[in-house]
């Protein structure tokens, strides 16, 4: 891997899943009484975070309880000390969670704000991308798809079933293609009307049925950009728990340089060169531009161009 994968955002993940025990019913349920599991509390897809001391997501049984029942709860796995963590979303604002949790100073955040500012450390932000995708999943299928009927959580909340016709369901990740395209000493980068002022990224598609992820970066950079290119490499991935797609960093070499700009993906698109990439990492180019923070995998893409990595 050219960057280690703890070095991007979501992806230090070291917890034990111990995905063949969803399925037994009183081992979940002793996990769930055991006096030293762990619960992550959403108020619907916001995280809570006891705040008397920095940001602490870690709520005990006890605290949890205070919340009445969860409207979807997840056996997110164990650490590396065997401790369990949960995974519980509720119907109701984190103002009144706050208040149902009674003399606990607690505040919902965000989770994007929250990873992208290091507010937990790397270890939690991981198990709350995760939290957050399953929950999230679990809000946008609740009816089943073969037959409308509403479904039912099973396997520690990993699966839903339909009482009406049987079928099963499992969560969903969205495999989505993110590429730094080179030409020598440039690369391509592109910006979206909601990205922050002056700031730039590498391009980004999610991929389509029947596509390799290679196929996918052709044709995303000839769409968006007008740019066809070729050498496609994988670098690294992230999840993105927003809801739940999984970026799949590439490097790729144009076999041409005029751009043509799709508008309705991209607000612009410009060749930068190694030496202007260096400067928005560093914050300071001339004009004020940026790139992502560290957190996303694409600052790491740009930071392996900048180092002379993507040649």
């Not at 099973?154 to 079933?161: D, L, S, Y």
């Not at 049987?166 to 969560?171: C, I, R, S, T």
């Not at 751009?259 to 202007?276: H, N, S």
């Not at 001339?286 to 161009?305: D, M, N």
Request: aromatic share 8%.
């Amino acid at each position: 891997m050219p960057t280690p994968p703890h070095a991007i955002g979501f992806t230090l993940d070291p917890l034990d899943r111990i995905s063949e025990k969803r399925d037994d019913e009183a081992f979940v349920a002793r996990l769930r009484d055991d006096a030293s599991t762990r619960f992550l509390l959403f108020a619907n897809t916001v995280p809570l975070f006891r705040r008397a001391d920095g940001h602490d997501p870690l709520f005990a049984a006890d605290e949890a309880a205070k919340l009445g029942a969860p409207r979807e709860s997840v056996l997110l796995g164990r650490d590396a000390g065997e401790r369990a963590l949960f995974a519980c979303t509720f119907d109701t604002s984190a103002e009144a969670a706050a208040d149902a949790l009674g003399g606990v100073p607690v505040e919902g955040i965000e989770l994007r704000p929250v990873a992208m500012q290091g507010l937990v450390a790397p270890l939690l932000v991981s198990a709350l991308g995760e939290a957050r995708s399953m929950l999230d999943w679990h809000r946008r299928h609740r009816f089943c798809a073969n037959c409308a009927h509403a479904t039912d959580s099973a396997g520690a909340g990993w699966r839903r079933i339909c009482g009406n016709c049987g079928a099963q369901h499992f969560p969903r990740v969205d495999p989505v293609v993110i590429m730094l395209v080179t030409d020598g000493e440039r690369c391509l980068l592109g910006r979206q009307p909601q990205f922050a002022p002056g700031m730039y990224s590498t391009l980004a598609g999610f991929i389509e049925p029947g596509e390799t992820f290679e196929h996918a970066v052709y044709r995303e950079v000839l769409e968006e950009a007008g740019i066809r290119c070729t050498d496609v490499r994988y670098f690294a991935s992230q999840p993105w728990p927003f809801p739940s797609s999984l970026m799949i960093g590439c490097l790729a070499r144009a076999t041409e340089a005029e751009i043509v700009v799709d508008e309705k993906e991209l607000e612009d698109a410009r060749w930068f060169t190694r030496e202007e990439v260096v400067a928005m990492l560093d914050g300071t180019h001339p004009q004020g531009l940026s790139a992502p923070k560290p957190f996303a995998i694409a600052h790491h893409l740009l930071k392996a161009f900048a180092q002379g990595g993507a040649l």
